[in-house]
Nanobody, 120 residues
Framework: QVQLVESGGGLVQAGGSLRLSCAASGSIFSINVMGWYRQAPGKQRELVASITSDGRKNSADSVKGRFTISRENAKNTVYLQMDSLKPEDTAVYYC??????????????WGQGTQVTVSS
């Protein structure tokens, strides 16, 4: 009932930038939290950054000062601007959105994942 489409991943050299986007569609009444997670090979999935409907942000210490999360409510879209990328940022990045459907059931949805590779 909720579809997420991610875009923006790719290969970049260390120090470079990428911008990820995640657009939600479907039977959405409202969206509360929007966030990005990542999973590197052999590691657990971890929170990168999140943003609430009233604009409160949270981010992992490892990305503070380098990554910026934002959202465009009118388009049900969340962005992750990644600057000063490091090889250790290499991972599959997943968007995660929680909210309420038009029938007032709560939902949590995950994107399909987009690969980010940072070369040294």
């Amino acid at each position: 009932q909720v579809q997420l489409v991610e875009s923006g991943g790719g290969l970049v050299q260390a120090g470079g930038s990428l911008r990820l986007s995640c657009a939600a569609s479907g039977s959405i009444f409202s969206i509360n939290v929007m966030g990005w997670y990542r999973q590197a090979p052999g590691k657990q999935r971890e929170l990168v950054a999140s943003i609430t409907s009233d604009g409160r942000k949270n981010s992992a210490d490892s990305v503070k000062g380098r990554f910026t999360i934002s959202r465009e409510n009118a388009k049900n879209t969340v962005y992750l601007q990644m600057d000063s990328l490091k090889p250790e940022d290499t991972a599959v990045y997943y968007c995660n959105i929680g909210g309420r459907l038009v029938d007032f059931r709560d939902f949590i949805s995950w994107g399909q994942g987009t690969q980010v590779t940072v070369s040294s």
